[in-house]
T-cell receptor, first 110, second 116 residues
Framework: SQQGEEDPQALSIQEGENATMNCSYK?????LQWYRQNSGRGLVHLIL?????REKHSGRLRVTLDTSKKSSSLLITASRAADTASYFC??????????FGSGTQLTVLP | DAGVIQSPRHEVTEMGQEVTLRCKPISGHDYLFWYRQTMMRGLELLIY????????DSGMPEDRFSAKMPNASFSTLKIQPSEPRDSAVYFC??????????????FGEGSRLTVL
């Protein structure tokens, strides 16, 4: 079963706008990760945030984590057409493996 | 490093045929994972290995599925006999240390399987 669930399922924005995706999870975690998947390709790791961190930045990416609400958000600032992809959150599962959410399909229109 | 290498990239076969998917993990990585991705079920973990030993195969859907890792640089996922519902993209991924703890799972480009 999936631990994380992303919201929204699909998001369409104009180039230059910011994109925000949310992830909710069910059980306590020690970290949460975000991955990107371009169409027809494998997933690529973007960023990891640990449970004792509230916010983390990497380039145009900003991730927040609220362990009390069991939720995380991924913000992509000044989006580009090349950011068009599916974005997944991933959390450690019961067997110590990574469990992925259902993903948010982001479309950035030029 | 070339990254995780999977073959074939695409496979079309008929129901009842045997399918073998192959994976070469990143050199030095001690964990290897097989995932399956479908529109309906998303990304599902099938099995993972640590130092070539299967650790958790609870995600393997049926006895028709089997996976091996004979050495640190090669793994196979076999489906015999294949069925149309096995149609999916199968990903191999590897990590140094358990990605659930340390982060960064490296994925291959996937093998898209179509069973007619």
């Amino acid at each position: 079963s999936q631990q994380g669930e992303e919201d929204p399922q699909a998001l369409s924005i104009q180039e230059g706008e910011n994109a925000t995706m949310n992830c909710s999870y069910k059980t306590s975690i020690n970290n949460l990760q975000w991955y990107r998947q371009n169409s027809g390709r494998g997933l690529v790791h973007l960023i990891l945030i640990r449970s004792n961190e509230r916010e983390k930045h990497s380039g145009r990416l900003r991730v927040t984590l609220d362990t009390s609400k069991k939720s995380s958000s991924l913000l992509i600032t000044a989006s580009r057409a090349a950011d068009t992809a599916s974005y997944f959150c991933a959390t450690p599962g019961p067997a110590r493996q990574l469990t992925f959410g259902s993903g948010t399909q982001l479309t950035v229109l030029p | 490093d070339a990254g995780v290498i999977q073959s074939p990239r695409h496979e079309v076969t008929e129901m009842g045929q045997e399918v073998t998917l192959r994976c070469k993990p990143i050199s030095g990585h001690d964990y290897l994972f097989w995932y399956r991705q479908t529109m309906m079920r998303g990304l599902e973990l099938l099995i993972y290995f640590n130092n070539n030993v299967p650790i958790d195969d609870s995600g393997m859907p049926e006895d028709r599925f089997s996976a091996k890792m004979p050495n640190a640089s090669f793994s196979t996922l076999k489906i015999q006999p294949s069925e149309p519902r096995d149609s999916a993209v199968y990903f191999c991924a590897s990590s140094l240390g358990l990605a659930a703890n340390t982060g960064e799972l490296f994925f291959g480009e996937g093998s898209r399987l179509t069973v007619l």
